[in-house]
């Protein structure tokens, strides 16, 4: 499976490669900002721990959602 992944890969031109190379960044970073809300205590805004939670639950449910969109677009 991993190796018809990489020559999918290798059939996108390049501007498809950047935009995958690019949907792959946004989705790590929605992930590691969902974890740092989540964690860290000292946000410059002012929220509550519920609140953080939330959001910190919904950027990860977003980051999640790009990467099941990633993967469905490069199976095609």
């Known amino acids: ?6 020559s999918n890969i290798k059939k996108k031109s390049l501007k498809e ?3 995958l190379v690019l949907g792959i960044l946004f989705f790590v970073v929605y ?3 969902g974890l ?3 964690f ?3 946000l410059p805004i ?3 721990p519920t609140y953080r939670i939330a959001a910190g639950i919904l ?3 977003y980051a999640s959602f790009r990467c099941y969109r990633i ?3 490069n199976n095609n």
């Open 17 to 19: 490669r950047f935009l």
């Open 59 to 61: 950027l990860i449910a």
């Open 71 to 73: 993967i469905n677009d």
């Open 31 to 33: 992930f590691v900002l």
């Open 1 to 6: 499976m991993l190796n018809n992944i990489l």
């Open 46 to 48: 002012d929220l509550t």
């Open 36 to 38: 740092f809300i989540i």
């Open 40 to 42: 860290m205590d000292n």
